[in-house]
């Protein structure tokens, strides 16, 4: 969902105009923790289920993954969107820590899935994710948000993970239409257009 979020935020920047200036000059605290989680967060997801040690320490590497990723929205609060981000991961990271480190899914949301997935899930090969039952701790805050046609891929999402996706939009629309390099850009191009001005 997150890369969803990230390519309709830079789609509508575009269609607004917008442009990509203004992330030449992107300089945010603890920068290079965002790729390193998300590859590590990659690799754990690839190959969970082929090895049982890697399968058994999922649920705590991906706690420990989403207490740094907080750390680094926090120590960047200030930029535009981080705020909700932060909230978002957060609810997303509580769910997972009062159960077990995984995030619970809903079967029947699960129901737009293919069915295979459904039975990966009750078998626990999916070891980011568990089944939500009546002694899951705030279900509500799980995967229980189906997505389906016509919306082009096929998901389901938390709460944390709809809030997340707000603040990634409001960054990105920040930095390609309303950062100062942004307006600079366009003013140029404009001016320029108009054969008045160099």
């Known amino acids: 969902m997150v ?3 990230i390519l309709i935020s ?9 442009n990509l200036r203004a992330f030449s000059q992107l300089n945010l605290k603890w920068g290079w923790v965002f790729p ?14 082929d090895s049982e040690f890697l399968g058994q320490l999922s649920g705590s590497i991906y706690i ?46 699960a129901a737009v ?14 070891a980011k994710h568990t ?3 009546s002694t899951t701790q705030l279900g509500f805050l799980g995967d229980v948000i189906p997505i389906s046609a016509p919306y082009p891929r096929t998901q389901i999402i938390s709460i944390g993970d709809i809030i997340m ?3 990634i939009f409001v960054f990105i629309q920040y930095l390609m239409v309303k950062h100062p390099l942004a307006k600079k850009g366009n003013a140029t191009l404009l001016s320029l257009k108009g054969g008045e001005e160099r």
């Not at 989680?37 to 990659?42: A, E, N, P």
């Not at 909700?84 to 619970?104: Q, S």
């Open 64 to 109: 420990v993954i989403y207490i740094i990723g907080l750390i680094f929205l926090f120590l960047n609060r200030r930029n535009a969107g981080f705020i909700l981000i932060f909230i978002g991961v957060f609810l997303n990271f509580i769910v997972m820590v009062l159960n077990g480190g995984r995030m619970p899914v809903s079967v029947e949301a």
């Open 131 to 133: 089944m939500l039952t």
């Open 10 to 18: 830079f789609i509508v920047g575009l269609l607004r105009k917008g």
């Open 3 to 5: 890369f969803d979020g």
């Open 36 to 49: 390193l989680l998300l590859v590590v967060q990659l690799a754990v997801f690839t190959f969970q289920n």
């Open 113 to 126: 899935l293919d069915p295979g997935y459904i039975q990966a899930l009750k078998e626990s090969l999916y």
């Open 165 to 167: 996706n707000i603040g």
